[in-house]
């Protein structure tokens, strides 16, 4: 996730001097949002489910992120409100907030994710015994 929005942010610097800028910058910085957006619901989905694939794992987090926008926002608001307290207070903020509002967002995107990590588990539960093997490649 931090490399895809790196990615996406070399992207939109070089595209703010083109011609074609006005039309791709917009969407690129709605992408970078969506990742960072997305990153905290990978990172629960990774720690809460052991044997899950990459691309599944990305996949649940974007539509997590996409119906729960309000939580995500929140996340979102936490996280700059973050970067701009280590920016403006850094020893502050990284001795007294940071555990706190790190925990905040793990709990929020926790909170958004769970629900859709157990109804996964207990349609692969209800399956018959051969239908669980492939469910857990």
């Not at 990153?39 to 794992?57: C, F, L, Q």
Request: hydrophobic share 65%; with cysteine.
């Amino acid at each position: 996730m931090a490399g895809a929005g790196l990615v996406l942010c070399v992207d939109i610097v070089w595209a703010a001097n083109t011609a074609v800028g006005v039309y791709v910058v917009p969407a690129l910085a709605m992408t970078v949002v969506l990742v960072l957006a997305a990153w905290p619901a990978a990172i629960v989905m990774v720690t809460e489910v052991r044997h899950a694939h990459v691309v599944s794992v990305v996949r649940l987090a974007l539509v997590v992120v996409a119906r729960k926008w309000y939580l995500s926002l929140l996340n979102l608001l936490v996280m700059v409100g973050t970067l701009l307290g280590l920016i403006a207070q850094p020893f502050l903020v990284a001795a007294l907030g940071s555990g706190f509002l790190l925990h905040l967002v793990w709990a929020n995107a926790r909170w958004m994710v769970l629900p859709s990590i157990t109804s996964k588990a207990v349609d692969a539960e209800r399956r018959p015994v051969a239908d669980r093997a492939s469910y857990r490649r």
